[in-house]
T-cell receptor, first 114, second 114 residues
Framework: EDQVTQSPEALRLQEGESSSLNCSYTVSGLRGLFWYRQDPGKGPEFLFTLYSAGEEKEKERLKATLTKKESFLHITAPKPEDSATYLCAVQSLDLSNTGNQFYFGTGTSLTVIP | ETGVTQSPTHLIKTRGQQVTLRCSSQSGHNTVSWYQQALGQGPQFIFQYYREEENGRGNFPPRFSGLQFPNYSSELNVNALELDDSALYLC?????????????FGPGTRLTVL
């Protein structure tokens, strides 16, 4: 069964304390892996798309990496404004039946303390 | 801002009623996807439309249906509302079809079923 698991569920960091969020996935026919940031009561905000194992992307204090089984979102020297829920999603394609499929994890709630 | 808008912002319905939610995609985006997000959970994929045809569907019953129009707008219709349908409903638009494609989310419609 296709699924996405994120860990930890919640993470509290001191400002400047670097850490990593994990996204493990099992999906047949991975088409892409996505990272989003979501603030309370708002829609997810796009961060990165990764397509194949070994790929890395960076944006400001964030860096996303991808292997065949998992992805990491590394946060370097976080600031309080980085506090949010970070969501991981994968896209697969079921040619025999249901077409495009998207699976989201439940997210990691990050709190950065000044 | 992603350029994706949704209406209404909030909606209250009673069990058994029908509801229509609306989304306006970014200009030029031919694909729209709809998601249901319960409190504290990740978004659950409902379905995806490309150029007015459904090209992906998640594990939702037929009482969840959709339409996409040529003017980059779309609708999510839910019949026979149940209490468990209370959630944030998100639409996301993207450029392409079956290819891996970054989705940009709207702010969502908060549906409460009493």
């Amino acid at each position: 069964e296709d699924q996405v698991t994120q860990s930890p569920e919640a993470l509290r960091l001191q400002e400047g304390e670097s850490s990593s969020l994990n996204c493990s996935y099992t999906v047949s026919g991975l088409r892409g892996l996505f990272w989003y940031r979501q603030d309370p009561g708002k829609g997810p905000e796009f961060l990165f798309t990764l397509y194949s194992a070994g790929e890395e992307k960076e944006k400001e204090r964030l860096k996303a990496t991808l292997t065949k089984k998992e992805s990491f979102l590394h946060i370097t020297a976080p600031k309080p404004e980085d506090s949010a829920t970070y969501l991981c999603a994968v896209q697969s394609l079921d040619l025999s039946n249901t077409g495009n499929q998207f699976y989201f994890g439940t997210g990691t709630s990050l709190t950065v303390i000044p | 801002e992603t350029g994706v808008t949704q209406s209404p912002t909030h909606l209250i319905k009673t069990r058994g009623q029908q509801v229509t939610l609306r989304c306006s995609s970014q200009s030029g985006h031919n694909t729209v996807s709809w998601y249901q997000q319960a409190l504290g959970q990740g978004p659950q994929f409902i379905f995806q439309y490309y150029r007015e045809e459904e090209n992906g569907r998640g594990n939702f019953p037929p009482r969840f249906s959709g339409l996409q129009f040529p003017n980059y707008s779309s609708e999510l219709n839910v019949n026979a509302l149940e209490l468990d349908d209370s959630a944030l409903y998100l639409c996301a638009s993207s450029l392409g079809d079956l290819g891996t494609d970054t989705q940009y989310f709207g702010p969502g419609t908060r549906l409460t079923v009493l």
